[in-house]
T-cell receptor, first 115, second 112 residues
Framework: QQQVKQSPQSLIVQKGGISIINCAYENTAFDYFPWYQQFPGKGPALLIAIRPDVSEKKEGRFTISFNKSAKQFSLHIMDSQPGDSATYFCAASTGPETSGSRLTFGEGTQLTVNP | DTGVSQDPRHKITKRGQNVTFRCDPISEHNRLYWYRQTLGQGPEFLTYFQNEAQLEKSRLLSDRFSAERPKGSFSTLEIQRTEQGDSAMYLC??????????FGQGTRLTVV
């Protein structure tokens, strides 16, 4: 059962443009939604995360938008740079305060930022 | 080094052999997770430890897989009688209650 669906599978953006990646979830018990960045041969690294009590969170060039009623959330990367080229994963869990808050990941989006 | 450490980084083994991977979490982290990631996919949860107790196991964790975390410190993941379908990146993550999960670099397993 795929509980977190991610799109697009791949994305090509010009330097300075905006990259947008979308995710949808099914399990209404999820209450913690992180985004991870992964470079080839490396483990995932946390970029930014949001809880459903806010609709938007911004950290530097990265913004999460959250729509609880639609069960959707998205990552926006402003002023995209070639160094942002990586695979991005959305994820969801029941929150770190809950015992055993394992992450359910989306399928990933391979982002390429052209110079 | 204050990160999550995994060893080995790469392992090539013949089908039918047993392999063991090690994860050293961040020292104060009480939670430890194992995930498996196949090419082009997101990581999939395998098992979870809180201190030394294994509290949850995924259906993905067949009888050939076993994980331990003695004394609540490092953890090992053993795969017995490896199959080609076991080829994947095995990721370890650790966290402290209410903190974010920190992933290691992973162990890339290739079964030939």
């Amino acid at each position: 059962q795929q509980q977190v669906k991610q799109s697009p599978q791949s994305l090509i953006v010009q330097k300075g443009g905006i990259s947008i990646i979308n995710c949808a979830y099914e399990n209404t018990a999820f209450d913690y939604f992180p985004w991870y960045q992964q470079f080839p041969g490396k483990g995932p690294a946390l970029l930014i995360a949001i809880r459903p009590d806010v609709s938007e969170k911004k950290e530097g060039r990265f913004t999460i938008s959250f729509n609880k009623s639609a069960k959707q959330f998205s990552l926006h990367i402003m002023d995209s740079q070639p160094g942002d080229s990586a695979t991005y994963f959305c994820a969801a869990s029941t929150g770190p305060e809950t015992s055993g808050s394992r992450l359910t990941f989306g399928e990933g989006t391979q982002l390429t930022v052209n110079p | 080094d204050t990160g999550v450490s995994q060893d080995p980084r790469h392992k090539i083994t013949k089908r039918g052999q047993n392999v063991t991977f090690r994860c050293d979490p961040i020292s104060e982290h009480n939670r430890l997770y194992w995930y498996r990631q196949t090419l082009g996919q997101g990581p999939e949860f395998l098992t979870y430890f809180q201190n030394e107790a294994q509290l949850e196991k995924s259906r993905l964790l067949s009888d050939r897989f076993s994980a331990e975390r003695p004394k609540g410190s490092f953890s090992t993941l053993e795969i017995q009688r490896t199959e080609q379908g076991d080829s994947a990146m095995y990721l370890c993550a650790s966290s402290f209650t209410s903190s974010r999960d920190i992933f290691g670099q992973g162990t890339r397993l290739t079964v030939v």
